[in-house]
């Protein structure tokens, strides 16, 4: 929530990174849960991570629009999504080139 967008962009990518580790190596530390209650977490991941990504993408860019600042948060949104899309492409390039 910065008007920086390589820190905004990079605090998702850690956000996303973190998520998914301890999804891939979570499954290693619970036992198999058979109830409603997987279901609920999921859920409830998902809308906090909804939460997260809203902060991280959308709040400096509202504030500055709502200040008047318009040019500037359109600025700041492209900016971030570029530099997470950037993020985004270096993952998968990664993945291609490591197998």
């Not at 600042?69 to 990664?94: M, N, P, R």
């Amino acid at each position: 929530m910065t008007k920086n967008p390589f820190i905004n962009a990079l605090s998702a990518t850690a956000y996303i990174a973190l998520v998914a580790s301890f999804m891939f190596y979570g499954k290693n530390l619970f036992p198999e849960v058979d109830n409603v209650l997987m279901p609920i977490s999921m859920l409830s991941l998902f809308v906090l991570s909804a939460a997260t990504m809203s902060c991280l993408f959308f709040f400096q860019p509202v504030q500055l629009y709502l200040d008047g600042e318009k040019k500037q948060a359109i600025d700041l949104f492209a900016k971030t999504i570029a530099v997470f899309a950037g993020t985004t492409l270096f993952i998968f390039l990664s993945i291609f080139l490591l197998r």
